[in-house]
């Protein structure tokens, strides 16, 4: 797992609208919050989502970036942010290679049966491309505020 003053990995893959996103990009911004949620249009992924969109005027007003990853596609991510007027990036890591850089994409049990899946998580990253937090298994409620707050600490 990855943890704080870590460089985080960089990357380049698609967003929504297939443009190549490379996280090295961003480093004119103060802080990136990179979030790994399981699938779209899920019950808490789009409390997540959603939730980060009202706060994202917030987010930009202290110089930071919103990105959302998750192995789904271009076109669901198109759809999933029109169905619910999203104000965030989603970025499509269908390879899963982003996930597995992060040390998101790991074994969970439901029911007695085990399968591999994307652990809930988010990292916080500033311009010089250092991990400032890494929460792995977080609970989507209230985790967009409680970020926005952590940055504001920062």
Known sequence: ML?????APNFKTLNQT???????AFKTKKNIVLYFYPKDDTPGCTIEANDFTSL???FDQLDTVILGVSKDTCNSHQDFIAKFGLKIDLLADTEGKVCADYDVWQEKEKNGIKKMAILRSTFIIDKQGLIQAAHYGVNHVGHAQAILEEIKSL
Not at 3 to 7: A, E, G, H, M, R
Request: glycine share 0%; aromatic share 0%; hydrophobic share 40%.
């Open 3 to 7: 943890s704080k003053n870590q460089i």
């Open 18 to 24: 297939n443009e190549i996103i490379d996280l090295a």
């Open 56 to 58: 994202a005027t917030e």
